[in-house]
């Protein structure tokens, strides 16, 4: 049988929850990373007037809602 002091149990426990917590937590930020780069993949900014809008199509050339200027096809950059 294994002779043990509290104080290690102690400690044991302590690390346990701490690598659970952080394991959790790790999870938790790569699953938001992936949700915000599938909501932000569809997602434009006009050159012109600064809207951000939506379009799902696959021209290169996109049309801003608000003023009707052209676009590139470039997505937001995030700084």
Not at 6 to 35: M, N, Q, S
């Amino acid at each position: 049988m294994f002779r043990t002091l509290l104080t290690e149990l102690i400690v044991f426990y302590l690390l346990a929850v701490l690598g659970l917590l952080f394991a959790i937590w790790i999870a938790r930020e790569w699953w938001r990373k992936r949700r915000t780069h599938a909501e932000q993949r569809h997602r434009y900014l006009c050159r012109v007037c600064g809207e951000i809008f939506e379009n799902d199509g696959r021209s290169e050339i996109i049309h801003c809602p608000a003023c009707d200027a052209r676009n590139e096809r470039d997505p937001i950059r995030e700084f």
